[in-house]
């Protein structure tokens, strides 16, 4: 089979490891916008900002020009690897007819909408899909075991996907649930800052279980109320991606929620972070989008209220555990 053309556009973190994965076994190109970065990057055969300590393979080549980038994604597969503020822009600066995959999690600030929702809205010529799961990109860089699923009512689609990125240490399933592959790795953002709040908080193992099971329902609940099926949460993007974010030490949406606890300003943590932590920006989208769909989000709810600086983090936490007792389900 011959070689499948990848551009990846964007070169933080997630795109960089994801282009060094693929590029171990074909030629990728690796877009940034940042002329200055790329130049770096081309020089030092590295990414010294996100990930300085993985050696950028030979296969990977790096590119700031955008003539470039949409020439590759013309011919074959593109994968957006931006924060989802960027998402509408990329999108709409792709070829007729290209096939795409977005490696963003998150609610668009201000509309709300999911990335099919921004696919469908502006560009509806597209073939595309969303590539998300359990994953933190220095692992991925490493070549450490690492499961992702490719989510789009396109099967061709899908199939690309495992092409391009299917590996001895890189398995890709695939799904045909796009809305619910992308609730779970919106929503898990959130719940990961409520659990880091309660570990920072020292509540324990049992209030951690508590708030990862109780978040994977609030998760469930949005989803089905949007359309999605309900045994996708079971799955790599539910399940799978809130447990990883809500416990790992490279969850920068579990820092959030850390520092926090410890009584810092989110203007503050954030600088500290340098890089986006989605939950944040997340959080108010996903209290409207389950608002306006009558879904109940108690936990959402919290943690939107210690962002804004209405709660402090206990209070949000005594609140959690003050509600009525109900049945589970």
């Known amino acids: ?91 709409a600066a792709l070829p007729a007819g290209a096939h795409a995959l977005w490696l963003c999690k998150g609610f668009e600030a201000g509309s709300g909408a999911l990335g099919h929702e921004i696919a469908q809205a502006v560009r509806p010529d597209l073939r595309c899909g969303v590539l998300s799961g359990p994953s933190f990109a220095l692992e991925v860089a490493r070549g ?16 690309l996907a495992v092409q391009a990125f299917h590996s001895d240490s890189l ?43 109780r978040g994977l329902a609030e998760i469930t609940r949005l989803g089905l109320a949007l359309g999605a099926r309900a045994e996708t949460f079971m799955g790599l993007s539910g399940l799978g991606d809130l447990v990883l974010t809500a416990t790992g030490d490279l969850s920068r949406n579990r820092r959030v929620g ?5 009584g810092l300003a989110l203007p503050d943590i954030l600088a500290r972070l340098g890089h986006v932590a989605e939950g944040v920006h997340s959080a108010p989208m996903v209290q409207a989008r389950a608002r306006g769909a009558g879904v109940e989000m108690p936990i ?21 555990m003050a509600r009525e007792a109900r049945a589970e389900r």
Do not use: F
């Not at 011919?75 to 503020?85: C, E, F, K, T, Y």
């Not at 779970?184 to 309660?198: E, L, R, S, Y």
């Not at 850390?258 to 410890?262: E, F, G, P, T, V």
């Open 1 to 91: 089979m011959p070689a499948l053309p990848i551009v990846v556009l964007g070169a933080g973190a997630w795109g960089t490891a994801l282009a060094v994965a693929a590029a171990a076994r074909q030629p990728v190109l690796l877009w940034a916008r940042d002329a200055a970065q790329a130049a770096e990057m081309v020089a030092v055969r590295c990414n010294r900002r996100y990930l300085p300590d993985i050696p950028l393979p030979e296969g990977l080549h790096i590119s700031a020009d955008p003539a470039l980038a949409l020439d590759v994604a013309a011919r074959g597969l593109a994968v957006i690897a931006s924060p989802m503020a960027g998402l509408r822009e990329r999108l």
């Open 144 to 159: 450490q075991p690492t499961a992702l699923v490719a989510a789009s009512a396109d099967e061709a689609l899908c199939a």
């Open 171 to 213: 398995r890709i399933y695939t799904a045909c649930d796009p809305v619910g592959v992308e609730v779970g790795g919106a929503v898990k953002n959130v719940m990961a800052i409520a659990t880091g709040i309660a570990d920072g908080l020292q509540l324990g193992q049992n209030a951690r279980a508590a708030l990862i099971t």
């Open 258 to 262: 850390l520092l926090l606890a410890s």
């Open 300 to 320: 959402t709810d919290a943690v939107v209220a210690v962002l804004q600086g209405a709660l402090a983090p206990a209070q949000a936490l005594r609140q959690l």
